[in-house]
């Protein structure tokens, strides 16, 4: 039997759970520096003002956490000057009780149109003839509204300024992905144990979100992919759920949000005793995961990092390229404020990796019909090179690291 699969259940192991020490959240006086390198490098490339949506980039500047929806409701940072938030008029006493700093908030009424709003402000600290970069993540609808309500405005994706403040983790962010990594990599181990057979992948899934509400996320986990046998070959997953089977390869793809910072960890492993084929896939993964990470040095490519783990398993025979049974995606993802953001790690991807960013390290390989085996840990990149989060599996039969610890 693989160590540490199978032996509890779920209530004993909610109940052996318990949360490590509280996290330090992001500071205003960091918030208010990122407000002002947004505004040097608008100045830089001769943008007016940043309009920021209901996103994760509002939250990212501000630390307003807001729902999305049809009603525009956002921010704009000046190029020079102080930030303005932008409301509905009904909800601006809770927009101004959610405030970590700024004062001014401009509201629009239900037959108002706010885009006309979101002009004046602009107008009224630059002028007519203005460069506006819109949040990259704004629904297409606001941005239409936008262009309709200032046909002379020069628009231009805001990503040329919040992507370059927020590739770059701060050491405070690092530590919070840490703290979210810590946590979710507990909940893998947990349900580890609590495997069984005839358990459903749905049974899981209702362990996954027990336990990360009850280790302080923010929420319920929002993926939490659980695969039995064959259905692991499936990158995300299968829309019917599965029962456990003795000898059948699990996987579990699942991380939640810490004050907005994801983490994201998958594990493969067998229930009962892995098979010659299980293990030679479960072997070739590792390799592959294990060049990603030698290839990731400041300065390399991202495209780089993709082409060390897919090397090792076109090697193999697998592949080539996308071709199944093989890699059929990229070898990782950023991640942050969102769980999937830049750098990718994808073949003409020519982006450096620098110090601060952090990615997903996951060269899945898939053999349709059979099974799958993906292991997913990330990583940040310190000044002289990659450092893991969450440390890899030791082996197909260890693969909690038990025997490590």
């Keep these: ?65 807001l729902w999305a929806s049809e009603r525009l409701h956002g921010a ?54 203005v460069v506006v970069g819109i949040d990259e993540a704004a629904p297409f609808f606001i941005y239409d509204a936008l262009r309709t309500a200032a046909p002379r405005f020069e628009f231009v994706n805001g990503s040329r300024i919040t992507g370059p403040c927020r590739v770059q983790k701060s050491t405070a962010e690092i530590a919070l992905i840490q703290h979210a ?5 507990a909940i893998q181990t947990a349900a580890a144990r609590i495997m069984t057979e005839g358990i459903s992948t749905t049974e899981v899934q209702q362990f996954l979100i027990d336990a990360h509400l009850k280790m302080g996320c923010d929420g319920p986990p929002p993926f939490r992919i659980v695969l039995f046998g064959e259905p ?18 699990v996987l579990i793809d699942t991380g939640a949000r810490v004050d907005g910072y ?64 093989g890699l059929p995606h990229r070898t990782g993802h950023g991640l942050g404020l969102d769980v999937h953001e830049p750098p990718y790690l994808v073949q003409g991807n020519d982006t450096p990796l620098g110090k601060g960013m952090c990615f997903s ?12 085996v993906r292991l997913e840990d990330h990583i940040h990149m310190a000044k002289d090179g990659p450092r893991w989060f969450t440390e890899p599996c030791s082996s197909i039969d260890d693969p909690f690291n038990i025997k490590i610890g």
């Design 181 to 185: 990594m810590d946590l979710t990599l």
């Design 76 to 129: 704009v940072i000046p190029a020079d000057g102080d930030l303005v938030y932008i409301s509905p008029a009904f909800e601006e006493e809770k927009t101004r009780a959610m405030l970590l700093f700024g004062e001014e908030i401009r509201t629009w009424e239900e037959h108002q149109d706010p885009a006309r709003l979101v002009v004046e402000i602009i107008q009224g600290l630059s002028g007519t003839q």
């Design 232 to 249: 692991t070959a499936y990158p995300h997953g299968v829309p019917y759920p599965q029962a456990l089977k003795a000898g059948d390869m």
């Design 361 to 372: 390290n996951e060269p899945m390989i898939c053999l349709y019909g059979e099974f799958g």
């Design 1 to 65: 039997m693989t160590l540490g699969v199978g032996g509890s259940n779920a209530a004993a192991e909610l109940e052996r759970l318990s949360a490590p020490a509280a996290y330090q959240p992001i500071s205003i006086e960091e918030r208010l520096g990122r407000i002002a390198r947004a505004q040097r490098l608008m100045a830089e490339q001769g943008i007016d003002a940043l309009f920021l949506e209901a996103t994760t980039s509002l939250f990212y500047f501000t630390g307003l956490d």
């Design 262 to 325: 994801f983490s994201d960890i998958t594990r493969s492993y067998v229930f009962g005793e892995p098979n010659a084929r299980q293990r030679e896939i479960w072997a070739l993964e590792h390799q592959a995961q294990a060049a990603a990470f030698n290839a990731a040095q400041i300065g390399s490519s991202a495209a780089r990092v993709d082409a060390a783990a897919r090397g090792v398993i076109e090697a193999a025979g697998l592949g080539p390229g996308y071709a199944v049974p």
